[in-house]
């Protein structure tokens, strides 16, 4: 039984629901929303050009993170309880989920979208490559600058400008910060495996704030316990071996 996945390496929302799979023993494989059987299949069923999107063995599609997880939970397949079992873990999950959905959004844009002269040439060759395989020369450079300019919107949307910046930067390293401290006991958010607040923290995390060259190299130098949760995270198995686990 092996699930379809489409989306991109870079999208945040994506690398949610990637990573559950990795993490869960899912099979699936990995699908581009610049192919033509999205373009001509999935996305007039799904009524929009939108990610992630989960296609099932028997074909049934389904859209949003955390719906995705949620369905995948019910069939009873996984190697490790996403949702805790205690009141208050569970809320403190939850919370996580939250924050790395929507709080994170901030920094995850404006260390991707302000930064072009370190960020631009792994960016374009990125975005080209995941939304229009094959494009090459001025269709290619054409791609990506519409996708630029509707992203760089968005962040503008989400309070990202001049006046916030340095608030948005305060509050990353911050968190980096905090986590990295955090980390120095466990593994994972609430423990020995990865739970909901996991799922949640990895999709800006990896997506945005590792991947990309200049965030990257600020969470390589800041925060490497960090980094190294961000690989777990990607990892088939609990990859804990620096806390004395196999």
């Known amino acids: 039984m092996v699930y379809k996945l489409y989306g991109t390496p870079g999208s945040l929302y994506t690398a949610k629901v990637r990573s559950y799979l990795i993490k869960q023993g899912l099979a699936f494989e990995n699908r581009s929303i610049g192919d033509a059987h999205y373009r001509q299949s999935i996305m007039p069923q799904v009524g929009r050009w939108i990610m992630p999107v989960l296609e099932t063995p028997d074909g049934t599609l389904i859209q949003d993170g955390s719906v995705i997880i949620d369905t995948l939970e019910a069939t009873g397949q996984g ?21 790395g959905g929507e709080g994170l959004l901030r920094p995850a844009m404006h260390y991707r979208w302000n930064f072009d002269a370190i960020n631009q040439p792994f960016l374009k060759r990125d975005f080209i490559a995941t939304l229009a395989p094959g494009v090459s020369g001025e269709e290619g450079e054409a791609v990506y600058a519409n996708a630029s300019r509707r992203m760089r919107a968005a962040m503008a949307s ?3 400008s001049e006046a916030s910046i340095p608030a948005v930067e305060a509050a990353w390293e911050q968190f980096l910060d905090l986590f990295d401290a955090h980390l120095a006991h466990a593994p994972y958010l609430l423990g020995g495996y990865p739970t909901l607040g996991d799922y949640g923290l990895v999709g800006p995390l990896y997506a945005h704030l590792s ?36």
């Open 79 to 99: 190697r490790w309880p996403t949702f805790p079992q205690t009141p208050r873990h569970r809320v403190i999950s939850q919370i996580f989920e939250l924050f």
């Open 158 to 160: 989400f309070g990202v």
């Open 211 to 246: 991947r990309d060259t200049h965030p990257g190299q600020i969470m390589k130098q800041r925060a490497w316990r960090v980094w190294r949760w961000v690989e777990r995270m990607q990892a088939a198995d609990l990859d804990t071996v620096e806390y004395g686990h196999p």
